[in-house]
T-cell receptor
C-alpha cells in the first residue's frame, strides 16, 4: 500500500522567514502534486511535478521532486500572512491520488 | 472554462438513510474521482471513473458506490448512512493526458445525525 508522509504537520512561521515542507512516499511514481486548502474550502492545485528533478516556482513557493529518493519538497520563501493554509502533497499511482496528512501553516506577523 | 461543480453543497441526513451526490466535471474531462475528507482520516480515495468504467476503488465498504454517465457526469451513493460518514466529499476531474493535475470541486458537506 502506498504511503505518503508529510512533515512537519504543523508549522508556525514568522513573516519574512523561509521554510521547507517535506513529502516522502513509499512507491515509484513519476507524478506528484501539491495542493493548498483554506479553512472550509476545497483543494486548490499549486504544482504538478512530472519527472525526476522537476522544479516549479510560483511566487514565494517552489516545489521540487526527486523520484530516486521518493521525496518532494515545498519551499516557502519570505513567508507572508496570505500563505497561511493547509498544504497537501499527493502521489499519483494507478489512477488515484494518495494524500499526505497535510501541513497546517500559520504565518505570524 | 467552468470548473468542477458538485451538488448539493450541504446535506443533513439521519442514520440509516441513503444519499446521492452529483459531480459535473470540467468540459472535456473524462476522468472523475471521488474523495472523502474527515479530520481524523484526512483525504481518502473512494473511486475513479473514466469513460463510464471504474478503474480503481478505495478501501470503503460496499455501502459506497458510484457511477459515471456518458456525458462524464458522475454520482456517488451512500446507503444505510452511519454517523462516521459525516465528511466533506470532494469530486475531482482530469483529462488524464498525463500532464495535468486533478481539479477539485467545492465539495459536498454531509452531516449524518
Amino acid at each position: 500500500e502506498l504511503k505518503v508522509e508529510q512533515n512537519p504537520l504543523f508549522l508556525s512561521m514568522q513573516e519574512g522567514k523561509n521554510y521547507t515542507i517535506y513529502c516522502n512516499y513509499s512507491t515509484t511514481s513519476d507524478r506528484l502534486y501539491w495542493y493548498r486548502q483554506d479553512p472550509g474550502k476545497s483543494l486548490e492545485s499549486l504544482f504538478v511535478l512530472l519527472s525526476n528533478g522537476a522544479v516549479k516556482q510560483e511566487g514565494r513557493l517552489m516545489a521540487s521532486l526527486d523520484t530516486k529518493a521518493r521525496l518532494s519538497t515545498l519551499h516557502i520563501t519570505a513567508a507572508v500572512h496570505d500563505l497561511s493554509a493547509t498544504y497537501f502533497c499527493a502521489v499519483d499511482f494507478l489512477y488515484k491520488l494518495t494524500f499526505g496528512k497535510g501541513t497546517l501553516l500559520t504565518v505570524n506577523p | 472554462k467552468a470548473g468542477v461543480t458538485q451538488t448539493p453543497r450541504y446535506l443533513i441526513k439521519t442514520r440509516g438513510q441513503q444519499v446521492t451526490l452529483s459531480c459535473s466535471p470540467i468540459s472535456g474531462h473524462r476522468s472523475v474521482s471521488w474523495y472523502q475528507q474527515t479530520p481524523g482520516q484526512g483525504l481518502q480515495f473512494l473511486f475513479e471513473y473514466f469513460s463510464e468504467t471504474q478503474r480503481n476503488k478505495g478501501n470503503f465498504p460496499g455501502r459506497f458506490s458510484g457511477r459515471q454517465f456518458s456525458n462524464s457526469r458522475s454520482e456517488m451513493n451512500v446507503s444505510t448512512l452511519e454517523l462516521g460518514d459525516s465528511a466533506l466529499y470532494l469530486c475531482a476531474s482530469s483529462s488524464w493526458t498525463g500532464q495535468e493535475t486533478q481539479y477539485f470541486g467545492p465539495g459536498t458537506r454531509l452531516l449524518v445525525l
